[in-house]
Nanobody, 128 residues
Framework: QVRLVESGGGSVQAGGSLGLSCAVS????????MAWFRQAPGKEREGVAQ???????TYRDSIKGRFTISKDNVNSWLYLKMNRLQPEDTAKYYC??????????????????????WGQGVLVTVSS
């Protein structure tokens, strides 16, 4: 079991950049699939990016080339660097982890249902 706390949200104009961080505490001896999700007002939560224990990353098509997910070597921090932000990126962003697959991220679709441990979320607002 881990505790996840996001930070770094805020407001930015279109074309700008923001970086999100997720502090992971608890049992760090288990390998995790780690991911970022977002939920815009009135919409379902969707996977943005994920990284497995070996560092392999997967991205949602709409953010490829703009966002970068990364983590530190001991899984105590997860990051999301967001460049060229657009108004449609406005959402509450969540970090999440899953340990059911030994650190693998089994689905490229980054499904919400796979992840059982979540942070409280942080708001990102992009104005035009």
């Amino acid at each position: 079991q881990v505790r996840l706390v996001e930070s770094g949200g805020g407001s930015v104009q279109a074309g700008g950049s923001l970086g999100l961080s997720c502090a992971v505490s608890g049992d760090l001896s288990i390998p995790y699939c780690m991911a970022w999700f977002r939920q815009a007002p009135g919409k379902e939560r969707e996977g943005v990016a994920q990284i497995d224990s070996s560092g392999t990353t997967t991205y949602r098509d709409s953010i490829k080339g703009r966002f970068t997910i990364s983590k530190d070597n001991v899984n105590s921090w997860l990051y999301l660097k967001m460049n060229r932000l657009q108004p449609e990126d406005t959402a509450k962003y969540y970090c999440a982890v899953d340990s059911a697959y030994g650190g693998d991220c089994p689905s490229p679709a980054i499904p919400v249902s796979l992840f059982g441990q979540w942070g409280q979320g942080v708001l990102v607002t992009v104005s035009s």
